[in-house]
């Protein structure tokens, strides 16, 4: 039943950004997608549920605009660093715990970290701890501790 699910997705998707509907696209598609749906490494979802499909969008939508605001933010605040050279800046590694559950959520939360300017994660070891290189150690601390808790908020309300 998993298979399914990932095919049609990777076929859907593929239908999507090809826009070409003539039968060979399609059976192209069809292979494509069952080839990769192969490759990929099996990860356990959770059950599918109707009844969190409402919750499951009001998370979607409120992560994609706290990670937009995150990335606008970081955006101003970099901005400020480039433009004024007599800025002080502390770049330094900081340690920030995922606390989610899944692969996925850890996955999805280094991404909207490396997103915002100014931060990028450089490692992330087996206990889900992601190593985030910041330009201004003394203020990201707060702001990234605070964005973290958020984002595994959302993102356990969207995959636990």
Known sequence: MRLIHIVLSLFLAYLALTGNLSLPNLV???LVAFGISLLLPRIELP???????PEFLWATLRYIFVVTWDVIRGAYSTA?????PKMPINPGIIAI??????ELGTALSAHA??????????AIDQDGVM?????????SVRFVTEAQEMRKNLLSKMFE
């Open 28 to 30: 192209m598609g069809a």
């Open 47 to 53: 059950a599918f549920s109707l009844a969190r499909v």
């Open 80 to 84: 400020l660093i480039v433009l004024d």
């Open 97 to 102: 715990p995922s606390g989610t559950k899944t």
């Open 113 to 122: 970290i490396t997103l915002s300017p100014g931060e990028m994660v450089v």
């Open 131 to 139: 190593y985030t290189h910041c330009l201004n150690v003394g203020d």
